[in-house]
């Protein structure tokens, strides 16, 4: 099947029949939504350039972005990527969960090329929830899984954003309810000796324990473009009121139309902020502000997600 083919897209509620006919469809080259503890990932078949070319087609991906490739452990993660002592204990740490270590790439790795878009290294991480953990299990391969929404566009926390965006375009939905963190994981570069914070998330700099180093300007991990994560309307940062035609999205005393967290909690603040940029998009307002979020903790997460959506694209 053409990696445009256009689909009746469904969406199953998670259970062994669901997982069984998703696995299916990967072994038929094709790709799945499936939630994680972060976002729904858009999972494909990383040792089948074919299925992992269709990730890209339906997303409308550039193929200079590459993916991240999930195992279910360490042991499986070793058979595509060379482990230094640093890298072994960040996934003896924090795997499974929502954690990626971009690394060199072992020159013998059973994935397709097309996965790491050229580049001498690959993303991965091992995720935690037992949906993802389940699929890998069936599918008996790694799988290379972006989030399970259009290029540069919202991230999905529901399987109701995945088929607003990639309805037709994919042949199956698992839908487990939302996710957990709602912000994609944290990714480390462990490459010539030096540990770089190339994408913030759910593990804090602080958790991670480790001396890092600033990132370069080159992509070498997914999320790094600079517009990124965006919704459809202009997106204003650092708002304490509303402008005309614009809805509000508030954090703390700032409650605007709807709110990251009234308590002003930056956990709850990552969990909901993706679902509250998708709900300011469907609304009749022509534009969409955020009130201040701090910049520590989570909250550099969060503003890394908010820059990039804000973001002009080139």
Same mark, same amino acid.
């Given at each position: 099947m053409a990696p445009d083919a256009?689909?009746?897209?469904?969406? *199953? $509620?998670f259970d062994e029949a669901a997982l069984a006919e998703a696995a299916g469809l990967i072994a038929r080259g094709l790709p799945v939504a499936v939630p994680t503890e972060t976002v729904y990932g858009l999972a494909a078949d990383a040792t089948n350039g074919e299925a992992v070319a269709r990730i890209y087609a339906a997303k409308g991906r550039p193929q200079f972005n590459p993916l991240i490739v999930h195992v279910s452990d360490l042991a499986a993660a070793e058979m595509i990527a060379h482990f230094d002592a640093l890298a072994r204990d960040l996934?003896?740490?924090?795997?499974?969960? #929502? *954690?990626?270590?971009?690394? $060199?790439?072992? #020159?013998?790795? $059973?994935?397709?090329d097309l996965v790491t878009a050229g580049l001498p290294t690959v993303a991965i991480?091992?995720?935690?929830?037992? +949906?993802?953990?389940? *699929? *890998? +299990?069936?599918?008996?391969? #790694?799988? +290379?899984?972006p989030s399970a929404n259009a290029s540069g566009r919202i991230s999905p926390t529901h399987a109701e954003h995945v088929i607003a965006s990639l309805g037709g375009r994919i042949p199956l939905i698992l839908d487990n309810g939302a996710t957990g963190h709602g912000l994609e994981s944290t990714i480390v570069g462990l490459t010539e000796r030096k540990a770089r914070l190339l994408r913030p998330g759910p593990v804090t700099a602080e958790e991670l324990g480790i001396e890092l180093e600033p990132?370069?300007?080159r992509i070498e991990a997914p999320g790094q473009l600079a517009s990124h994560y965006a919704p459809a309307k202009p997106l204003r940062l650092d708002a304490v009121d509303a402008r005309p035609g614009e809805w509000l999205i508030g954090f703390g005393a700032i409650e605007g139309d709807a709110t990251l967290s009234r308590a002003g909690k930056l956990v709850e603040a990552a969990a909901c902020l993706f679902e509250r940029l998708h709900e300011a998009d469907a609304q009749a307002a022509t534009s969409i502000a955020v009130a201040p979020i701090p910049p520590t903790g989570l909250g550099i997460a969060i503003n890394d997600r908010l820059a990039r959506a804000a973001a002009k694209e080139a």
């Open positions: 256009a689909f009746e897209t469904r969406i *199953l $509620p996934a003896r740490r924090f795997w499974p969960g #929502p *954690l990626t270590l971009v690394l $060199p790439k072992r #020159p013998d790795a $059973p994935i397709a991480r091992a995720p935690a929830h037992p +949906a993802m953990r389940a *699929l *890998l +299990a069936a599918a008996g391969r #790694p799988l +290379a899984a990132s370069s300007d």
